[in-house]
């Protein structure tokens, strides 16, 4: 059983910066693929971004076109966690935030395909 718990949220001005963390519990995390997603009021859940352990691929990442080049996904195996560095943000980025674990080492969008998942933390843009 992996636990994963979400921080770093809060409300920010339109084109500020927040970095959310989400730690994990487990001797495992190391071989874990790590995802955030995102579900906004009446919305979908979406895929943020995800990155790969570092073993299987040099710890590769990938990322919705709608936050590329504004988010940046890192994790320290060291600690168990995972962040997400938010830069710029808009108002269409107010959601709450989920991590997720999937015990493949391989990244999906597909949030049908991550096993574990955080409570989630709540991110408030104002315009």
């Known amino acids: 059983q992996v636990q994963l718990v979400e921080s770093g949220g809060g409300l920010v001005q339109a084109g500020g910066s927040l970095r959310l963390s989400c730690a994990a519990s487990g001797r495992t995390f190391s071989t874990y693929s790590m995802g955030w997603f995102r579900q906004a009021p009446g919305k979908e859940r979406e895929f943020v971004s995800a990155i790969s352990p570092i073993l299987w691929s040099g710890g590769s990442t990938a990322y919705a076109d709608s936050v590329k080049g504004r988010f940046t996904i890192s994790r320290d195996n060291a600690k168990n966690t995972v962040y997400l560095q938010m830069n710029s943000l808009k108002p269409e980025d107010t959601a709450v935030y989920y991590c997720?674990?999937?015990?493949?080492?391989?990244?999906?969008?597909?949030?049908?395909?991550?096993?574990?998942w955080g409570q989630g933390t709540q991110v408030t843009v104002s315009s």
């Open positions: 997720a674990a999937r015990v493949v080492p391989s990244i999906t969008r597909n949030h049908n395909e991550y096993k574990y």
